[in-house]
């Protein structure tokens, strides 16, 4: 027998039910330790926020596999991570659905930011060669685009140092920017 997959219409108005579990999202509210008591009306306007909030997300990823070079009719991953980065509502998911990065760009990434934690100056290219000739790597990298943000240590055995990001950031602070902002009809 197959199974209903036809999608189920939004609600126009709120009816009194809501499709996620009520306990559960009070449950989920419970666990901040700045909330001592919520009410259930509280919940229950809470749970058709989190509702919308899925909706628009999920119309908004919809959106973003309609178009694709080869339109599709299921969401990926993908397709919410571009959601994520085109639209500025929601930009302050960046962090939380990063988009994919390959992991040949990944390696590079990293092999780049420990070259410069090194004090060595390295192009992406050079990033690039080091990696295939490196095929163990010094160190995964968290990626957002093309920069990396944040660096780990794949492996326990690795030699890696925390004051070596913090020196690299302060490195970065100290440098001088070629960003002059300007206001008003200055």
């Not at 027998?1 to 509210?29: C, D, F, W």
């Not at 390696?107 to 060595?120: F, K, S, V, Y």
């Not at 602070?173 to 008003?184: D, L």
Request: with cysteine; net charge negative.
């Amino acid at each position: 027998m197959p199974y209903n997959t036809t999608a189920i219409p939004p609600r126009k108005e709120p009816t009194g039910q809501t499709q996620l579990p009520l306990s559960r999202v009070k449950k989920i509210i419970g666990q901040d330790p700045e909330v001592a008591m919520c009410s259930n009306n509280a919940a229950f306007v809470i749970t058709l926020a989190a509702e919308m909030f899925i909706q628009h997300i999920a119309s908004e990823a919809h959106t973003q596999a309609k178009l694709d070079r080869k339109p599709r009719k299921n969401v990926q991953y993908k397709d919410v991570a571009n959601a994520v980065s085109h639209q500025d509502s929601l930009e302050f998911l960046e962090d939380t659905v990063p988009k994919t990065v390959p992991f040949k760009k990944a390696m590079a990434a990293a092999n780049a930011t420990q070259a410069r934690l090194r004090g060595e100056n390295v192009t992406s290219e050079e990033g690039l060669q080091s990696t295939q000739e490196h095929a163990n790597g010094n160190g995964g990298v968290f990626v957002n685009g093309d920069r990396a943000t944040f660096s780990v240590p794949l492996r326990s055995e690795d030699k890696y140092d925390p004051n070596d990001q913090l020196e690299l950031e302060m490195r970065q602070a100290a440098e001088p920017r070629n960003h002059e902002v300007r206001m008003g009809g200055q």
